[in-house]
């Protein structure tokens, strides 16, 4: 690792856990189809998650699998086999919230490392140490504790086990996802993994059939601790964990490259500011400074504007300054571009010289997403594959 603190990243499919790692990512975390909590996130198979562990030890660096599911007596039986299809390439860390699940695991992979899901909402010391008496090497706090209780936390555990703790993305209005109002208003389970995010819904309060208030949502601005990343690391903090595996690669991205460069103490205050980029939600540092105030929350929520990303790198240099790219979003020639790179300690804008299609024609204006084209631009840069080129608002 590159410091003595994780940096833990999602990845919501295979392409977006290289995209994690490639940005300096020590350690992913991502889900199986089967037992994990984001059901709409594009998950793995067998086949991808054998290939994305493998990915993951082939770069020296961790895969923790998500096996965090509220556990039903009918999801218990496919368990012990699912486990042993895993097994094939093993994991570096199972991230856990059932009981049943921690036993099976214990069983049949006696040393593995178990982390305790920020779905058991541990709060204080004593949870910590009945987790770490039951097998777990590792606590992933709820994201509902301040720095002060995390402080103390860690102090009472002694280092007895791994203290992980959240530190970027989105939050939850329940205590760490153990919310009903998906279930009970469109039969969408958030505890296997369903969430229809109710919460974000636009509401009114309505008496006999007058209105009784404006519109408004009951959603929390999401968090950003980038900021309280050393204040973590002098505590004792042992991981730090960014949400989102449902994210873009460019959130993906942006996000890791701007915690990795602070963790690392590099031209930290630039990317501070870079990580805004990738956010279209006001941020806060939630419940870090203590119980959140209205101003933590987003009731009347307004969408912010973000740097687009127009395109991604695809394949390494051609000519000194021209790349092969795949466009992502409508751009043109006479734009202000940025470069994202991990082979750069500063984001660099350029100027586009020349786009050219399929066929080898320069044009002026690309409007189709997700084709080829050959860029040139107004200088030598190191840009390497899965590198983010943006458009400057």
């Not at 218990?76 to 895993?86: Q, T, Y």
């Not at 695809?314 to 000194?320: P, R, S, T």
Request: proline share 2%.
């Amino acid at each position: 690792m590159s410091s003595n603190i994780e940096l833990l990243a999602p990845a919501g499919d295979l392409n977006r856990g290289k995209i994690a790692l490639s940005f300096k990512a020590d350690t992913i975390y991502f889900g199986a189809k089967q037992y994990s909590l984001r059901a709409r996130a594009s998950n793995f198979d067998f086949k991808e998650l054998h290939e994305m562990i493998n990915y993951a030890h082939n770069n020296h660096k961790k895969a923790y699998l998500v096996t965090n599911i509220v556990c039903h007596n009918n999801m218990l039986d496919g368990f012990e086999s699912f486990l042993k299809e895993v097994m094939t390439t093993p994991p570096d860390g199972f991230i856990v919230s059932d009981p049943s699940i921690l036993r099976k695991i214990q069983k049949l992979v006696p040393n593995a490392n178990i982390h305790i899901s920020t779905q058991q909402s541990v709060t204080n010391s004593k949870a910590a140490l009945f987790w770490k008496r039951n097998g777990a090497s590792r606590i992933i706090t709820a994201r509902e504790v301040s720095h002060d209780e995390l402080s103390l936390m860690i102090k009472i555990v002694h280092h007895e086990l791994e203290i992980e703790c959240f530190t970027h993305g989105a939050i939850c209005i329940s205590y760490s996802g153990r919310c009903m109002l998906s279930s009970n208003m469109c039969l969408r389970d958030a505890n296997n993994g369903g969430c229809a995010q109710s919460c974000r819904w636009v509401y009114e309060l309505i008496k006999d059939n007058k209105s009784l208030s404006k519109t408004f949502t009951m959603s929390a601005k999401d968090m950003c601790l980038i900021n309280e990343v050393n204040e973590n690391k002098k505590i004792g903090v042992s991981s730090l964990k960014i949400e989102g595996r449902m994210k873009s690669e460019h959130y993906i991205a942006t996000v890791v490259n701007a915690y990795r460069h602070v963790i690392d103490n590099v031209n930290s205050e630039e990317y501070i500011n870079d990580i805004n980029k990738a956010a279209n939600r006001e941020v806060s540092v939630g419940w870090y400074k203590g119980s959140p105030t209205p101003n933590e929350m987003l009731y009347h929520e307004v969408p912010k504007e973000v740097n687009k990303l127009f395109a991604m790198v695809i394949d390494k240099k051609l000519h000194d300054t021209t790349y092969e790219v795949i466009s992502r979003n409508y751009f043109s020639k006479d734009m202000t571009f940025e470069v994202l790179s991990r082979n750069l300690n500063h984001i660099e804008k350029i100027k586009l010289l020349d786009i050219k299609d399929s066929n080898g024609i320069s044009i002026k204006i690309v409007n189709t997403p997700m084709l080829r084209y050959t860029i040139t631009i107004d200088e030598k840069l190191d840009l390497d594959v899965d590198d983010m080129i943006r458009i400057v608002q």
